[in-house]
């Protein structure tokens, strides 16, 4: 399996508060992504990165900040966490360009 | 940009007979279209994927064709085994763009009836 862990695996949090998932990858892949998986709309993309310190935006972006400071780590965060934001969170890595994505076993968010 | 459309979103089938997945996709400048299974609590785990190089591709029991001119692509699963079972989600990537931007499809619960 590749190197891909991220935490927490489940978590429960209040609306309005801010929220911090972790990805983090031992395969110095130099791409990351974060999805989220809602029933009826399989996985879509929320942020990516392509390098330390370089991101941008996906398709669902809105709400979500990200940060890339170290190759290994990538940081999704919701700043004021909503109930429409409740979802599986999966962060994903590749090492080049059209080659495999390899998923993290993801995060299961409850906004209540 | 990109939409994938995925069909059926549920595949019932009895062990030994084949199962057959069809997706399209709408943009005309994506060339990279990997299929995923997903296990229940786990993560996306690719199959088999295909290059807009190539008409066919096919790995044991797992085949996947691609019709660039109609914008679809299949998976083929023959000989179905119980542990087919999973969720099955087709995806379209444009590969020379930063990474494996995918788009996915909505996915397909395939059910193998032993």
Redesign the interface.
Known sequence: DAGITQSPRHKVTETGTPVTLRCHQTENH??M?W?RQDP??????IH?S?GVKDT?K??VSDGYSVSRSKTEDFLLTLESATSSQTSVY?C?I?G???????????TRLTVV | GENVEQHPSTLSVQEGDSAVIKCTYSDSASNYFPWYKQELGKGPQLIIDIRSNVGEKKDQRIAVTLNKTAKHFSLHITETQPEDSAVYFCAASIAETSGSRLTFGEGTQLTVNP
């Open positions: 130099r791409y992504y999805y009826g709309h399989g996985l879509r993309l990516y392509y941008d996906g398709e999966f994903a590749n080049g360009l059209g080659t495999e994505a390899f998923f993290g076993q993801g």
